[in-house]
C-alpha cells in the first residue's frame, strides 16, 4: 500500500525556515520506515523574492507571499508555523480553521491566553497539533528521560538548569524583532528559558511556583537600517536608536509539584557560550547532567556503584540502540543539532498517519507559556508566584 503524503506549507524562510526544511528533507532519507512522508509544497514569507530565492535553496516546490495562500490552498495539509511569535496565533487559528494540521515554533504564543484560544481552534477543528520544543528529540535527552523513569536517580531533589549565549553583548548590535516585546513577548526568557523550562517539565515534571528576576542592561539600541536585509544581520545598525523593551537575562527559582527544587538562567549577555543549554538532574540514587555543546554526551553518576568506584560516567550515545540513532550512522559517528528538527518531523509524521497527537502538544505548550508569565509576574511583584494554566 502505497504511504501516504502529507503536503507541507512552511511560514518563514530564516533561520527556523531553514531547520524546519532539513527536517522535511532529510525524514524519508533517515527513517524509511516513518508513516507518512512530507512533501516539500510551499514556503512562504513577507517579501515574495526572498521566499522564492529560499523555495529554490531549500528545496521547496513553490513560493508565495504573507501567509494565507498557504494555510488556503487546497493542496496543504500541514502548516508549519516559524515565523515572529506575535504571529503564531493568528496563523494557527487560521490554519485550523481551513482544516490543516499545524507545527508551531516555541514560545507557543504571546501569552496564555492566546494559548489556549489556539488549542481550542485545533480541537475544535479535529487537526493534529505539534509544538517544536526540538531539544527533547536530542537522543542524549530521550535516553536521561528514560534513566529517570526507569529510577536511576531515584528521588529527583534538584532540577538546576542554564541556557547562556552571547549574541547581543556588543551594544551597536542593531534592536532587531526579537528585542521588541510587541514582536517577540520576551527576551531571553521567552527564546532560551521555554527550552529549559519544558526540558524541566518533560525530566522533571510540572511546576508549582517560582520566584523570578528579570533584567536588561542595554536598553537602547541602534535600529535597523533600511539595507539590513533578512535575518539578524550583526553591523546593520542606522544612526537613530530604539527602546529595547524585553529582558536580556532572567534568573527564577522554582519548586515542582513532586517536591523537587530547581534554578533557571537565560542570558544572552554569557560571553564565550555560544549556544549553552546546561542541565543537572540529582536524585536519591544518582545524578545526570547534559551540555548541548557537547550534544552527543549524556554524563550519569550513581550512588549504588561500589564505593572507592563511583564517578561520572560519561556515556556516548551513538549507538543505534538509543532513541532515533537508528536512522543515522554506526556507532562513534555523531549527529548534530539540525538532526533534532528531523526527529521532530518524524514524530510529527507518524501522529498525522496515525491520528494520534504527538507530544510536544500544544498543552506542553500552554504549561511552558504559563510558568513564563509567572516568572514575569514574580519579576515584577517580587513575590513567589503560583502557576497556573
Known amino acids: 500500500m502505497a504511504k501516504k503524503r502529507v503536503n507541507v506549507g512552511l511560514v518563514g524562510y530564516l533561520f527556523m525556515g531553514k531547520a524546519h526544511s532539513v527536517g522535511y528533507r532529510d ?19 513577507l517579501v515574495l523574492s526572498e521566499a522564492e530565492h529560499y523555495a529554490k535553496q531549500y528545496g521547496w516546490e513553490r513560493a508565495s507571499e504573507g501567509y494565507k495562500h498557504v494555510v488556503e490552498a487546497d493542496d496543504i495539509d500541514l502548516v508549519d508555523v516559524s515565523v515572529g511569535n506575535d504571529m503564531h496565533k493568528e496563523i494557527v487559528v487560521a490554519a485550523a480553521k ?10 507557543m504564543a504571546m501569552n496564555v491566553a492566546e494559548c489556549k484560544e489556539m488549542i481550542k481552534a485545533v480541537e475544535k ?19 536521561a ?37 510587541d514582536k517577540a513577548g520576551s527576551g531571553s526568557h521567552g527564546d532560551l528559558n521555554a527550552h529549559i523550562i519544558d526540558l524541566a517539565r518533560y525530566l522533571c515534571g510540572d511546576f508549582e511556583s517560582v520566584n523570578g528576576l ?23 545598525g542606522s544612526k537613530e536608536m530604539g527602546e529595547v523593551t524585553v529582558d536580556d537575562a532572567t534568573l527564577f527559582m522554582a519548586k515542582f509539584k513532586n517536591g523537587a527544587v530547581g534554578t533557571f538562567e537565560a542570558t544572552r549577555f554569557a560571553a564565550g557560550n555560544r549556544n549553552g543549554a546546561h542541565f543537572e538532574i540529582n536524585g536519591s540514587d544518582g545524578s545526570i547532567r547534559f551540555n548541548l555543546e557537547r550534544f552527543n554526551e549524556l554524563e550519569y553518576y550513581s550512588r549504588k556503584d ?43 509524521m507518524n501522529g498525522i498517519a496515525t491520528g494520534k497527537n504527538p507530544t510536544p502538544d500544544f498543552y506542553d505548550g500552554l504549561k511552558c507559556q504559563a510558568v513564563l508569565e509567572a516568572v514575569e509576574e514574580s519579576a515584577n511583584s517580587g513575590q513567589w508566584v503560583k502557576v497556573k494554566v
Open 27 to 45: 525524514c524519508a532519507f533517515a527513517f524509511p520506515d516513518v508513516k507518512a512522508e512530507p512533501v516539500m509544497k510551499e514556503i512562504c514569507g
Open 98 to 107: 481551513a482544516g490543516k494540521h499545524v507545527f508551531c515554533e516555541k514560545p
Open 125 to 143: 477543528a479535529g487537526v493534529i497539533a505539534m509544538i517544536d520544543f526540538n531539544y527533547r528529540r536530542v537522543p542524549a535527552v530521550e535516553l
Open 145 to 181: 528521560r528514560q534513566m529517570v523513569e526507569n529510577g536511576l536517580v531515584g528521588t529527583p531533589y534538584h532540577f538546576r538548569a542554564v541556557y547562556l549565549q552571547d549574541w547581543i553583548i556588543d551594544p551597536d548590535f542593531p534592536l532587531v524583532w526579537r528585542l521588541q516585546k
Open 214 to 236: 528579570m533584567k536588561t542592561f542595554i536598553k537602547k539600541r541602534p535600529l535597523l537600517a533600511k539595507d539590513a536585509g533578512p535575518g539578524l544581520s550583526k553591523g546593520k
Open 306 to 348: 561500589k564505593e572507592g568506584m563511583q564517578g561520572w560516567k560519561t556515556i556516548l550515545v551513538t549507538d543505534p540502540c538509543h532513541p532515533f540513532l537508528k536512522g543515522w550512522w554506526p556507532a562513534g559517528h555523531i549527529i548534530g543539532w539540525q538532526q533534532t528538527f528531523v526527529h521532530q518531523v518524524y514524530t510529527l
